[in-house]
Every structure is written in structure tokens, then in C-alpha cells.
């Protein structure tokens, strides 16, 4: 099985002898898959209705010949400047009311009639033409799914989405609890996208429109994709895109890719870009449903610190790459190829970056090429994961929302900080949906999930009595899917929650732990009281409890716990992991182990086998070096 390496190729952007040298260097570097025409839609149809896919031939002859498949883009992310002149509606117009100018990416409401025949046009003729083309490997629709538009016409398609939800005004009314500042409505037309306002906006209102631009966007990448199954059977996916302004709920869009693909850019300079690498990777293999994905873009020599760039330090390139194969891709590709002369991205780095083949970064490049073809063994293996963290975008999207009693509950970070907890302890995790099955999970952690269901509050009670752990975080099953308060969790912790106290300090523990952000007035009903508030106005009340239910037990934490305390009780749950970054995969009776080491220390763990990179035999005792990586298969 191969596992696939390369990235963005923008031969469109260059002359034609720079194709020749590019595909030299690919074969150089082990590159095997490169995705074409992303941002090509103006050379692909200069003018409506006028073709030139010349220069694409040339270039995808080219690329076979040198050995290098292609994941063939339809380019309808960024719609040509004739498009916008024909069609000034089909412009995004933001929550503001102010409608955009072309003149950068994205130009387009994916509501309006004249883009998504104009998608589905560009998609169809380079269907047609190159679904037998020899080195297609899979079909890349649009790039990055996210934007959002509050135009008439978006206006118009979401009021048709609330008549599907709701079937009529009256359930949404209730839903929407319209009785509160006099918003109830009699007429579908009174209805409008939730533009900015005098004040805050109705919480229902906002969350029904993510959900109506999930749809949206779905419905856009279906049309795209039928299009393209007219003529070819090759697979069919579209990159997904992470971030607090994306309507994309990734887990729904799954099952209609054949390949999960993500991107990654990780912002922080130090410990936390790996430790992003690793939640991302994860949160893709949820998605994918523990099948195999695939990192379709990350960048080559630096990191996107606060709009400054960060290098890569030697050697952590290939550690993010690889961490992201150790957690089920299969393979590593990167924005871009070859640096851009010009344009906005001018300056992002790339696997030839402005220096040219003679730089230490494709140096790295090309050692990394020559790695993965010794790793392929892994692609059709499993992840081990014993414990699972909950995922719902519609909970991140409903605490987006401007009623909260805190600005700083963030959902996103909760679940970041419990997904980081259980890294820095060695141990890998799943995320799994809250309505998921969840019983080969020793363990389950609920990280502020705001917003539940009755089937998830359900589950998690039949998994608790089937013997698991569930840990249940602050902020957690307080409404429901009209997001109307109902706490449905606090029966199955045993706990009564009477007052919820934000914090702006630390608060102590009597343990001699902290808490922060966060606190509870709680009663232990039926609950055994673990670590109580020391000090304040909540000294010597119940801070994390715990319930025997069944079989298994319900965990409480009511506060945000530093992270000394958080590893204290990650290891009461889990034990002690290694000190390195640990992801096993296993497949029958083999395991492969990858080890990354992201310090500047060899560190030295028991192993036994074969480690791969340098082909030699591991027996009792294996050396990580410092900041290098080691996988070793063992039986």
C-alpha cells in the first residue's frame, strides 16, 4: 500500500520549462501525488464559456510521465472576475450588511443560482475530459469550505431550510422561545439570517443558521459530485478546512467524501503546534470513522505565529508529518510545491521554497521522501485508542453565541485542554460523537458539552452502567438542541448544580490543585465528594465528584483544572504514560509504535522488534533522539 506524498501544484503560475524541472525535483523528493488547479478556474475559462485546457494537458502528460499521480482540483473556491461582473449578486455580503468586492479568494454566495451553475459547469467539462486521464488518482471539489454569506438570496434559502426543519412557524416559535423580547413571527418572510443587531441575538436563531450553512455548503459539494460520477469513478473528496468561523459540522460531511482530507496550520511557536498536530489528526480520524484519511495540506518550513512566521526548527517538519501518519493518514502533503513569485501567498512556505532545490528545507523534503516508502506497512493498520473525548460542532457553534454567562467559555479550548492532558501523558485518544457507540472505551471525557440531546444523554448513562469511565467537564448538558435550558446530565452525576460562578482568578483546591475560568455552586445528591473548594464563597464545596452508576462510574469536575492537577487525575484514570509523543497502531497480531520525541534530550523506552526508519532490530531497549522519531514493528 502506498502512502501519499506531495501537495498543491500551481503549474499555471510558471513557464513551461519550470514544469520539466519540477517534475524532476518531485521524483527526486519521492513525491507521488500532487493536487492540480485548486485556484486555476480564470486560465482554465478566461472567458465565459471559452475553454483553454491546453496547458493542463501538457502538464498532467507530464506529471505521469514522471510518475507522480494527480488529485484533480475543480477550482470553484475563487471564481474569475468576469464571473463577478456578470453576477454582482452572487458577491458574499457579510452579517454587517456591506456586500464585498472581488479581488481576493472566495468571491461567492454559495446561495446564489449563477454560482452554483457556473460551479457545476466548470466541474462538468474537466469531468469529461480528464476522467480517463491516466495519472488521475482522486478528485479534489472546491477548496476549503467555509464561506458564509447574509445576502437576500442566502436570506430566502435559509427561511426554505427553517420550513423543512420546523414545518411550520408556530414549532419554530417555541424552539426559538420567541416569546422573549417580542420576536415572535407570523410570517416566513419576517425572517431573516442573524445580521449584527441592536444587542445580543437570539442563541437558537444563530445556531439554526450554522446548521443551515452546513446544509448549504453540503448541498453545493453533492451537485459537484454527481457532476463528476457522470464520467469517472475515482474518488471524490474536498479538504476540510478547521476554525471558529467554518458552518462545516465535518463529522455530518463525512460520509459524503470518499477519503476524508484535512488541513492543518498549527499557530503557536512552541509545544502547542504538536500539540495541535496531534488533536487535529485525531479529530480527523473521528471524523473518518476510525477509517484511514489524509493530510491533504500543511505548511513545509514555518508556522503562522500571530501573522508572523515562525521557521520550522530542523526536523519538526517531518515530526508534525509524521504524527499525522502515526494517527491514520495516509500520507503528508503540504501547501505548496513550488513558492509563489507573487500574489497573497507570496510568502507562505513551500517544498521548494524561493531558494530553490538547494535549501536546507527541501533538503528535508526529500528525507522525508525517502522515509514513508519504509512506513507504508502501517497504512492498513488501526489506531489504539482505551479513551475517547465527545466532539459536536453544534455545541461549539451554540457556544458561539453572544448569551453566555462568561465571554471566556470557549468549547474549542475545553476541548483542546482535555485532548492536551492526555497527549502530555503519552496516551492517544478518539473523539467520537456524543450519540456514538462508545462501549470499547475505558474511558470518556465530556469537555463542556453545552448543548445535548436525549439519545446522547441516554447513551452516556448506558455506557456508564455497562461499566465505563465517563469524566464529565464544567458547562456540560445544560440545554438542548433549541438550546432552552435543562441540565440532563445531573441525574446520572448525582449532583444538584444551584449557582454558576465564572471566575476571573484561580481558585484553590483542597487537594492543592487549581481551578480557573470556571466554578460551581454544587450539591453532591448522591455523588462521593473527591476534591472540595478551599476558600471563597464556595470553601468547602464539592469541586470534583464521583458516582457509582451500574458498573461504572460518572465522574464531575466543576472547574477548569491547571494542568498539574489535570495530570494528576489523567494518571488516577490512566496511568502513567511515556515521555514522548506515543501513538500505537495494530493490525492482527502486529503493532507498530511511533515514538516522536519533540525535546532536546535523547530519551531512551523499553522496545522490542524491528524499528523501520533505519531498518535495524530493536531488543529490550530503543534510544528516541532528541528531536527525532523512531517506529518499530513488533509481534
Known sequence: MTLWY????????????????????????????????????????PRPGEYDFGWLDQVLDLLHDGGVSVDLATPTASPPPWFTRLHPDAMPVTA???????????????????????????????????????????????????????????????????????????????????AFWSQGYGEWRDIEPPRKTQYMVNPTQYLDFRRFWSDELLAAYREQKEVIRAFSEAPVTTNFVFGGWVPVNHAQWAAEVDVVAIDHYPDDGGIGAEEQTAFSADLARGWAGGKPWLLMEQAAGALN????????????????????????????LFFQWRASRGGSEMYHPAMVPHAGPDSRMFREITELGAVLP???????????????????????????????????????????????????AGVTVDFA????????????????????????????????????????????????????????????????????????????????????????????????????????????KPAITRRQVGAGTAWY???ELDDDTAATLVERLVGAGEPLETVRRRSGDTTWTFRLNHSDEDVVVPATGVELVSGEAVDGELTVPAGGYTVVRSE
Request: hydrophobic share 40%; glycine share 8%.
Open 374 to 424: 519504509r512506513l507504508a506497512e502501517v497504512a492498513e493498520s488501526n489506531v489504539v485508542a482505551d479513551v475517547a473525548i465527545l466532539w459536536d460542532a453544534e455545541c461549539w457553534w451554540a457556544m458561539q453565541g453572544t448569551h453566555l454567562p462568561s465571554s471566556e467559555l470557549d468549547y474549542l479550548k475545553a476541548v483542546q485542554s482535555a485532548h492536551r492532558h492526555f497527549w502530555r
Open 96 to 178: 454587517d450588511g456591506v456586500r464585498l468586492t472581488h479581488g481576493s479568494r472566495d468571491t461567492y454566495c454559495a446561495c446564489a443560482p449563477a454560482y452554483r451553475d457556473a460551479a457545476r459547469g466548470i466541474a462538468g467539462k474537466l469531468a469529461e475530459r480528464y476522467a480517463d486521464h491516466p495519472a488521475l488518482a482522486m478528485w479534489h471539489v472546491h477548496n476549503e469550505y467555509g464561506t458564509t454569506c447574509y445576502c437576500p438570496l442566502a436570506a430566502e434559502r435559509f427561511r426554505e431550510w427553517l420550513r423543512e426543519r420546523y414545518g411550520s412557524l408556530d414549532r419554530l416559535n417555541e424552539a426559538w422561545t420567541t
Open 557 to 559: 469536575v466543576s472547574t
Open 6 to 45: 506531495g501537495g498543491d501544484y500551481n503549474p499555471d503560475q510558471w513557464d513551461p520549462a519550470v514544469w520539466k524541472e519540477d517534475v524532476e525535483l518531485m521524483r527526486r523528493a519521492g513525491v507521488n501525488l500532487v493536487t492540480v488547479g485548486v485556484f486555476s478556474w480564470s486560465s482554465l475559462e
Open 305 to 332: 505565529v500571530g501573522r508572523r512566521w515562525h521557521p520550522k526548527e530542523p526536523g519538526r517538519m517531518a515530526r508534525h508529518s509524521l504524527s499525522h501518519l502515526a494517527r491514520g493518514s495516509r500520507g503528508a
Open 433 to 540: 460523537a456524543p450519540d456514538a457507540d462508545l462501549s470499547s472505551y475505558g474511558v470518556v471525557v465530556v469537555p463542556s458539552l453545552y448543548l445535548i440531546s436525549d439519545e446522547a444523554a441516554a447513551n452516556l448513562t448506558t455506557y456508564v452502567e455497562n461499566g465505563g469511565q465517563l469524566v464529565v467537564g464544567y458547562f456540560s448538558g445544560l440545554v438542548d438542541p433549541d438550546v432552552r435550558v435543562r441540565y440532563a446530565l445531573t441525574d446520572l452525576l448525582g449532583v444538584r448544580i444551584e449557582e454558576l460562578q465564572p471566575l476571573g482568578d484561580e481558585v484553590a483546591l483542597a487537594s492543592g490543585g487549581r481551578g480557573r475560568l470556571w466554578s460551581e455552586d454544587v450539591r453532591a445528591v448522591s455523588a462521593e465528594v473527591v476534591d472540595r473548594y478551599a476558600g471563597g464563597v464556595l470553601d468547602g
